[in-house]
């Protein structure tokens, strides 16, 4: 069985466990605290951050078509979002073409790429590193660890920039009904990914762009998503529309 | 013939030279200052940063074996550093097999696409992006775009920084010739290109790691790196040892 060493709230770890969800892969999930920076994680992934995927079971590069990963064999350890996605997209894609996260042909595969990484890197760097760090993993932070409460100037800034990549994701939607076009891709769960922890905070202005607030009610209620909205910041409630299907 | 739209000083367009390059490809280059976030770039790349690439010409995606694309149409258009390397490994890597720059084997595609990571993402922040902002593009950025002197904490910590990522370097050079095994990956031309802009201001401590020193004068000595040498700051000499090849 393969292993995801996450954060219920990385944002990067709720895209790979969306890609894993839509191949029917439900990995046990260990959580790592990335800013405490144990040696044992810190050997398995020397970036130091989540996600890591100890692909093993269907997920091993050598399993057969039963997903069964050769006797004996130790897992393939895989670092970072885009590099999962990419493994998983190639090993799972192959079996279950009609899943295929990454599109068939080449122009289109590098469309879902270029907006994958805008949402698991742009938009990480302007809104989610910032509400997730401030508003989450500082409760948990040791405060010599940088823990304590929130910077509000960076929330702020956070809370402005969800407005224009919201603004975005609405013009993208404009000629197609996902992200990157007529079918379902991993730009629209790295999208997802990252929007469901703002929605959790209540930061997303849903009003401000009906098209991408359908477009979110759709993904979120993918089964993909079942076992994210269950996730809770002890001593913090979710916003109220937070798990709500179909909104 | 293809476009690339590029800063000479900013390491992930170096990078796409470089995977340019070692497919022969000499795409036009047409100089951009991101900063000032014109208009007519933002059109091409609304994430507003370097590299683009128009893929015309062998680049088109419809092109033949003789690399001609199809008469009246229009180039594809390619954002960013990883989006550009895949497209080009996709489509010249299937037609130079010998070239490959991303390795044929899942699993040591995976190590390569994450050690490119590495440079293109955790090295740009822990030590280019500092570099090259402070020390370069501010030398040519308006005043109310941000320009004016060094910020000398900003190239304190990323001239500390880079002696890790050199350790790093050596560190996975003890088993192999190139950074992600046996043989040159986009791994190696990432690190390079990055290092290529800090090494142009003499910030490299090369003395104090002997195998990544005489990895990067073999890779700074290959054909695709030679248009990359020749690019100078106005006004800045590069350090002595820059431009010396097998040092």
Chains 1, 2 share one sequence.
Request: hydrophobic share 45%; charged share 25%.
């Amino acid at each position: 069985m393969a292993t995801l060493h996450h954060h219920a709230f990385c944002p990067h770890s709720r895209f790979v466990r969306l890609v894993l969800g839509e191949f029917d892969v439900a990995p046990e999930l260990v959580e790592v605290r990335p800013w405490e920076r144990r040696q044992e994680f810190l050997m398995l992934n020397p970036a130091g951050d989540t996600p890591v995927l100890a692909a093993d079971g269907a997920l091993h590069p050598d399993s057969d078509a039963e997903g069964a990963a050769p006797a004996g064999a130790a897992p393939l350890v895989l670092s970072g979002a885009a590099v999962i996605n990419e493994y998983v997209d190639e090993l799972l894609g192959a079996r279950h073409p009609d899943r295929r996260l990454l599109p068939g042909g080449i122009a289109e595969r590098a469309e879902a790429r270029r907006l994958t990484a805008w949402f698991n890197e742009k938009f990480f760097a302007e809104v989610t590193t910032y509400l997730c760090t401030e508003k989450i993993y500082k409760r948990f932070m040791a405060t010599e660890l940088g823990g304590g409460p929130p910077d509000m100037n960076g929330v702020r800034a956070a809370r402005a920039n969800v407005r224009y990549h919201l603004r975005y994701i609405g013009f993208l939607l404009r000629d197609a009904p996902f992200l990157a076009g007529a079918r379902l891709t991993s730009a629209d769960l790295a999208a997802a990914a990252h929007l469901s922890c703002v929605d959790y905070l209540g930061d997303v202005p849903w009003s401000e762009d009906e098209a991408a607030a359908a477009w979110y009610g759709r993904i979120k209620s993918r089964p993909s998503f079942r076992t994210l909205l269950q996730d809770l910041v002890p001593g913090m409630a979710p916003a109220t529309t937070y798990a709500r299907l179909n909104v």
